[in-house]
Nanobody, 127 residues
Framework: QVQLVESGGGLVQPGGSLRLSCAAS????????IGWFRQAPGKEREVVSC????????YYADSVKGRFTISGDNAKNTVYLQMNSLKPEDTAVYYC????????????????????WGQGTQVTVSS
């Protein structure tokens, strides 16, 4: 059974930090692309970051570049999103997602590539 479970969200002041975790079960991260997405009320779901462990490639949205870091621990089958210098506009529900690595390549920035999704964790940045 394939499952993704996010944790680590919460309320934080502007300028603060949070680390989100995505625990995967039912598959090995080695063969999957992992993405972090977020969705604010009334807004479309947008990519925050994505990575391929097998290819060693990483992508960050311009809005989070230099502040967020995606990483993975294959032994624990867990992916992390370290979020620093948080801003109110970072407030959203954050989701992790995954899909099997393609032999022909793919665009990890597109949410339509992903087959598996976690239920999300709320991040609120406010004073």
């Amino acid at each position: 059974q394939v499952q993704l479970v996010e944790s680590g969200g919460g309320l934080v002041q502007p300028g603060g930090s949070l680390r989100l975790s995505c625990a995967a079960s039912g598959f090995t991260l080695d063969y999957y692309v992992i993405g972090w997405f977020r969705q604010a009320p009334g807004k479309e779901r947008e990519v925050v970051s994505c990575m391929s462990s097998s290819h060693g490639s990483t992508y960050y949205a311009d809005s989070v570049k230099g502040r967020f870091t995606i990483s993975g621990d294959n032994a624990k089958n867990t992916v992390y999103l370290q979020m620093n210098s948080l801003k109110p506009e970072d407030t959203a529900v954050y989701y992790c997602a995954a899909y099997l690595v393609s032999l022909y390549g793919s665009n990890c920035r597109s949410r339509y590539e992903y087959d598996y999704w976690g239920q999300g964790t709320q991040v609120t940045v406010s004073s």
